[in-house]
């Protein structure tokens, strides 16, 4: 690929901080990737709203406040609607590992939890990313 | 080209595409703009321009919710700077713009530099002439956050709004040549902080000492996080538009950008057919060796480099 790999990054619910996602931002921008960051407390309209307008290749979700088995796969099915389910989904944050095989089912490629080294994620984002 | 016709008749995902397209792929770009271009020139291009953190984004948040009462469609291209080290980008404007997402009326889309050094990205040009046939009113252009002489928004846009804040040094600054000479209107933001008065006094000062000016441009006390001084900015903005229209400056930016961008692309052509003509038999490796060693001089090459490519 001779272009950027373009990833949302994006908090959807109502988180109080957003460390993790800036953390990952840098890390991502430091792999060679155009980060769009979209801020604190989005709706899942507004986040496949900005990953339609922005033409991204990854949607990356980072929530705390333990309501990701309902906005996640909220995202997954917005996107489709959009038809835009070509675009990888991930998602990390403060997420029990009972409910990691939900989110799959539902479309999250994948879910990052506290403590995973970034280059972990950077090389999913790598390999996995749909579009060429 | 069925993304085309899609963009045309309004829809955003298309436009996205395209956007991408004419980011990524020269060729690919060359055809869609081939077939775009006579639907352009329709727009009110605006560009917004300051210092880092001079508050572009908050304040072009706050201008196109005004100017959404009137029913208008809004384009924002929001540009920020690719690391020369990684190539990778934090594209961050969109924060300030949380609540114009869901706008049916509103497209933004966020752009990295990728190395180009005017304050825009190479692609915005044309990434402008897709939200243009998209069928925008407005298109706004917020550049990177610059310092002195970032000036290429001038060649891309009808109105520059210059965003200045009050603290960020003495009078001389405002003498100096670049960005300075560009603004059609000029904002003091964050007006409610101390010393904005006196940035507004320099600036005055400054735009008094022009006197070949056709028109002088405003100076504005804007606070846009109090949505202070928003609805004088945007009559500002249409006046200037009008006075273009009406004195023909309009058509002579428009021509003289125009001859801008021509031979621009022109040079670039010119570039990569040397670069290819001269990578055959390593001829660019030996003349550069040659120069090394003093043989030749750097003018007799590039003489013989255009000759070889003269048909």
Do not use: W
């Not at chain 2, 208008?72 to 924060?95: E, F, N």
């Not at chain 2, 001084?229 to 903005?237: F, M, V």
């Amino acid at each position: 690929m001779d272009r950027p790999i373009r990833v949302l990054v994006a908090k959807p619910g109502l988180d109080g901080h957003d460390r993790g996602a800036k953390l990952i931002a840098r890390a991502l921008r430091d792999a060679g990737m155009e980060v769009i960051y979209t801020g604190l407390r989005q709706t899942p309209e507004q986040i496949v709203a900005a990953a339609i307008q922005e033409d991204v290749d990854v949607v990356a979700m980072s929530i705390l406040s333990g309501a990701h088995n309902h906005l996640f796969p909220k995202v997954v099915e917005l996107m489709k609607e959009q038809e835009a389910d070509d675009v990888l989904i991930i998602g990390g944050g403060v997420i029990p590992d009972d409910d990691i095989p939900g989110l799959k089912q539902k479309g999250i490629a994948q879910i990052f939890t506290p403590g995973t080294p970034t280059t972990v994620t950077i090389d999913f984002i790598k390999n996995n990313v749909k579009r060429k | 080209m069925k993304l085309i016709n899609k963009m045309l008749s309004g829809d955003k995902r298309a436009c996205a595409r395209l956007i991408s397209i004419v980011e990524n792929d020269k060729l690919e770009s060359e055809k869609i703009i081939k077939q775009i271009y006579s639907h352009t020139g329709n727009a009110h291009i605006v560009g917004i321009t300051g210092p880092p953190g001079a508050g572009k984004s908050t304040l072009t948040d706050k201008i196109v919710k005004s100017l959404l009462k009137e029913n208008k469609k809004i384009g924002i291209i929001a540009v920020d700077p690719t690391s020369p080290y990684s190539g990778g980008a934090i594209l961050g404007d969109r924060i300030r713009m949380q609540d114009l997402a869901l706008n049916p009326n509103v497209f933004i889309r966020s752009m990295g530099t990728r190395g180009y050094l005017g304050g825009l990205a190479k692609a915005t040009r044309n990434a402008i002439k897709v939200l243009d046939a998209y069928g925008c009113d407005y298109i706004f252009i917020e550049t990177v956050g610059v310092g002195q002489s970032e000036v290429d928004i001038v060649k891309a846009a009808d109105t520059v709004v210059m965003v200045m804040v009050p603290g960020l040094g003495d009078d001389i600054q405002s003498i100096k040549a670049g960005i300075m000479e560009i603004g059609d209107i000029f904002v003091v933001n964050k007006s409610d902080l101390f010393g904005a008065q006196r940035t507004a006094t320099e600036i005055n000062m400054m735009l008094d000492l022009n006197t070949n000016e056709k028109r002088r441009p405003p100076v504005l006390m804007v606070t846009s996080t109090k949505n202070e001084g928003i609805d004088k900015l945007i009559e500002e903005t249409k006046d200037h538009y009008t006075y273009l229209k009406e004195s023909k400056e309009y058509d002579e930016r428009r021509q003289k950008n125009l001859r801008i961008e021509l031979l621009e692309l022109v040079e670039e052509e010119i570039r990569n057919i040397v670069i290819s003509e001269t990578n055959k038999d390593n001829k660019m490796e030996n003349a550069v060796k040659e120069l090394a060693d003093k043989k030749v001089d750097p003018f007799t090459v590039r003489d013989k480099f255009l000759n070889s490519i003269k048909k």
